[in-house]
Nanobody
């Protein structure tokens, strides 16, 4: 089975930056979108940013202007550049890839990486 491996999480001071990456163990086909979600304790998982196979990007309002999503040309890796981080950004971040299958859409998920912003 395809696995999504995340890296780049850690501890950073408020106002600092982090870069997350997510790489598929093998090439994926029929990709609809790639993106990043996050979940803090006691809160629901929320969409942070996504990018479609055609390059259209979508961001949560609270991260616009601070976080940027991009991918490599092969679509094997998706990145999240995070700048001017605040304590509200503290969460576990999950990589997501949505694909088209014969039975319908199917989502792949990364293992999650912890981002902690100190103040």
């Amino acid at each position: 089975q395809v696995q999504l491996v995340e890296s780049g999480g850690g501890l950073v001071q408020a106002g600092g930056s982090l870069s997350l990456s997510c790489t598929a163990s093998r090439s994926l086909i029929s990709i609809n979108s790639m993106g990043w979600y996050r979940q803090a304790p006691g809160k629901q998982r929320e969409l942070v940013a996504s990018i479609t196979s055609r390059g259209s990007k979508n961001y949560a309002d609270c991260v616009k202007g601070r976080l940027t999503i991009f991918r490599d040309n092969s679509q094997n890796t998706v990145y999240l550049q995070m700048n001017r981080l605040t304590s509200d950004d503290t969460a576990v971040y999950y990589c997501n890839v949505q694909t088209f299958q014969s039975f319908g859409n199917f989502d792949y998920w990364g293992q999650g990486t912890q981002v902690t912003v100190s103040s």
